[in-house]
């Protein structure tokens, strides 16, 4: 089973980037879907950005045109770049692992929180206006 720790938040001004990591442990993280969630205070875990194992990508409304979602299989390592920032990105951000014995996401289901059966302690990211 596959292990996750994210790093890269911290705090940033509207306009600016930054760049999340999420390194994976385990020897089936190539053939697994990943994907990066965010949460606030009160309010459910939102998806951000899929990858599948073959690299095919999807985003959020919210965000698309402004982050990107990549990984690294030769690093076991996932990556968010996030560019352009606003506040109301700021969030704790995780990412989140889909093997695929676990659930199938389909077309609807890849920024779905269920279908993720591993999860990272998070990393806070901060924007300020």
């Known amino acids: 089973q596959v292990q996750l720790v994210e790093s890269g938040g911290g705090s940033a001004q509207a306009g600016g980037s930054l760049r999340l990591s999420c390194a994976a442990s385990?020897?089936?993280?190539?053939?697994?879907?990943m994907a990066w969630f965010r949460q606030t205070p009160g309010k459910e875990r939102e998806g951000v950005a899929y990858?599948?194992?073959?690299?095919?990508?999807t985003y959020a409304d919210s965000v698309k045109g402004r982050f990107t979602i990549s990984r690294d299989n030769a690093v076991n390592s996932l990556y968010l770049q996030m560019n352009s920032l606003k506040p109301e990105d700021t969030a704790m951000y995780y990412c989140?692992?889909?093997?695929?014995?676990?659930?199938?996401?389909?077309?609807?289901?890849?920024?779905?929180?269920?279908?993720?059966?591993?999860w990272g302690q998070g990393t806070q990211v901060t924007v300020s206006s």
């Open positions: 989140a692992a889909n093997p695929p014995w676990f659930a199938y996401v389909g077309p609807t289901g890849k920024l779905t929180p269920r279908n993720y059966n591993t």
């Open positions: 385990g020897s089936t993280y190539s053939r697994t879907n």
């Open positions: 990858i599948s194992s073959s690299g095919s990508t």
